[in-house]
């Protein structure tokens, strides 16, 4: 079964930037709604921003105005540009459709520290 496959993630230092990618191969992509989700610790996966097909965006209010989701429909790939990053961004961040999930990918840690 088609999997997203997420990259990106790293050890940063508060304040600093990442930018992670997400592999979707499917043949609808460019029809589908996209987001990208988040999970800490203890918590439940959270949805932190998500793009429509037509390119329209939507942010939790946690990450708003830090954090840039994007697409490039011919690459079948999903971006999202993390800026002033903090430690409560901490989290295995995956990527999936928002309507009629693939199985969930392996997600790409990503752990905000000094």
């Known amino acids: 079964q088609v999997q997203p496959v997420e990259s990106g993630g790293g050890l940063v230092q508060p304040g600093g930037s990442l930018r992670l990618s997400c592999a979707v191969s499917?043949?609808?992509?460019?029809?589908?709604?996209m987001g990208w989700y988040r999970q800490a610790p203890g918590n439940e996966r959270e949805l932190v921003a998500q793009i429509t097909s037509g390119g329209s965006t939507n942010y939790a209010d946690s990450v708003k105005g830090r954090f840039t989701i994007s697409r490039d429909n011919a690459k079948k790939m999903v971006y999202l540009q993390m800026n002033t990053l903090k430690p409560e961004d901490t989290a295995v961040y995956y990527c999936?459709?928002?309507?009629?999930?693939?199985?969930w990918g392996q997600g790409t840690q990503v752990t905000v520290s000094s």
């Open positions: 499917i043949s609808i992509f460019r029809i589908v709604d």
């Open positions: 999936n459709r928002l309507t009629f999930p693939l199985q």
